[in-house]
């Protein structure tokens, strides 16, 4: 059922099917990849502990490489939802497939109202909704500035955000046929604060991630202001 039933709000991405859920197709996938990947990764996860098992979630982490989020995804058992730029979705065949794994479309660079809405409908069914604050991949210059996005989903759902370091996984296939160490961090959750603006709360959850990157991948958040809390 739709959230919002105002014909201004139609758009034709409602006519498609999105899993809300782990599907059959997305937990064969998933442990195919997982097999597959053990060939060329050595994962260490660290912090299990401080993800919830269950309810809404924001998990967002830096992005330097397509291939992050199959180390975030094998690193937790709860499925992520992702969103993904929206020319992976115009093969009508790949599209119905990644839907199927819990990718939804989103047209980078511009406002997308429905991308947003289907973002928080994530949160209503109270599962994990996978960001990258900073919009898109950092290519050597460490953090860029992040976006309030996540945050605003965040504050609108009242639900926690949990920041997710991943490191090594820009380094694939450098030294095959020795596997690549990746290590994910998945750090203590971040409540809203009452009254928090998304600016303020999304500066938080960026310091807080770039203090568990090495010191070449914190980019703009490498200094913590005086007086930032």
Same mark, same amino acid.
């Given at each position: 059922?739709? +959230? ?7 758009? #034709?991405?409602?006519?498609? !099917? ?5 599907? /059959?197709?997305?937990? &064969? ?10 060939? =060329? ?5 660290? *912090?299990?502990? @401080? ?10 982490? @830096?992005?330097?490489? @397509? ?7 094998? #690193? +937790?058992?709860?499925? =992520? ?9 115009? &093969?009508?065949?790949?599209? #119905? =497939? +990644? ?18 809405? !289907?973002?928080?409908? +994530?949160?209503? !069914? ?6 990258? /604050? ?9 953090? *860029? ?12 759902? @009242? ?7 991943? =490191?090594? #996984? ?19 959750? &971040? ?27 914190? *980019? ?10």
């Amino acid at each position: 059922m739709m +959230i919002l039933e105002r014909p201004e709000f139609f758009d #034709s991405r409602d006519k498609l !099917h999105f899993a809300f859920r782990a599907t /059959p197709l997305r937990k &064969i996938i998933v442990f195919l990849l997982g097999t597959l990947f053990k060939l =060329i990764m050595k994962l260490e996860v660290q *912090g299990t502990e @401080n993800l919830p098992t269950d309810g809404a979630v924001v998990l967002t982490a @830096n992005h330097v490489t @397509n291939f992050d989020v199959i180390p975030m995804q094998l #690193s +937790i058992p709860r499925p =992520i939802f992702f969103m993904g730029k929206a020319s992976l979705f115009k &093969i009508p065949v790949f599209a #119905s =497939i +990644i839907r199927d794994l819990g990718a939804f479309p989103v047209y980078r660079g511009e406002k997308d109202e429905w991308a947003i809405r !289907h973002a928080a409908r +994530i949160l209503e !069914h109270g599962q994990t909704l996978g960001m990258f /604050p900073e919009g898109r991949r950092s290519k050597g210059g460490g953090l *860029g500035v992040a976006k309030t996005g996540s945050a605003r989903l965040a504050l609108d759902a @009242n639900c926690p955000i949990v920041p997710m370091a991943v =490191i090594g #996984s820009d380094k694939f296939f450098e030294h095959f046929p020795r596997r690549t160490h990746v290590t994910v961090k998945i750090l203590p959750l &971040i409540l809203p604060k009452p009254g928090e603006t998304p600016l303020a709360l999304m500066d938080r959850v960026m310091f807080t991630l770039a203090a568990e990157l090495p010191e070449e991948m914190r *980019g703009v958040y490498s200094e913590m202001p005086k007086g930032f809390d």
